[in-house]
């Protein structure tokens, strides 16, 4: 048996106690999309082409088909998979909620970004 693999969800209000509070949602596994379920990328690296990698030398390609240069990767910390909500199990109201905050904190990510690089602009 394994524990029940479940995505938070904050601040979700509840009616009846009249509190934000936080619930679980019903998680599956997926395979990590950043590194493909490698645990680890080189991909911070950015792509090379085939002309940079000629300046490199042989050595380097070497190390670098090898992996050496590979870090664990961030989105799954080298778990290689990464729970995202089952949206089959879910309760479809909480779903909703939940994709409305994802949605929010895209928005106001995307508006923070605006703000710095208008700021960074004019100063
Ligand atoms: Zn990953």
């Given at each position: 048996m394994s524990a029940v693999t479940t995505v938070e969800f904050l601040d979700h209000w509840n009616e009846e106690t009249e509190r934000y509070?936080?619930?679980h949602l019903p998680a599956k596994y997926e395979v990590c999309?950043?590194?493909k379920g490698e645990g680890k990328s080189s991909?911070?690296?950015?792509?090379?082409?085939?002309?940079?990698l000629d300046?490199?030398?042989d050595?380097?390609?070497d190390d670098y088909r090898a992996g050496n240069f590979d870090r664990p990767c961030e989105r799954c910390?080298?778990?290689?998979?990464?729970a995202v909500v089952d949206e089959e199990l879910c309760d479809p109201a909480l779903l909703q909620e939940y994709k409305k905050m994802k949605d929010d904190?895209?928005?106001?990510r995307m508006a923070e970004a605006a703000e710095r690089a208008y700021f960074s602009r004019i100063g």
């Open positions: 509070e936080t619930v999309p950043d590194c991909a911070y690296l950015g792509a090379f082409t085939r002309d940079e300046e490199m030398g050595e380097f390609i910390a080298g778990n290689r998979v990464i904190e895209a928005e106001s």
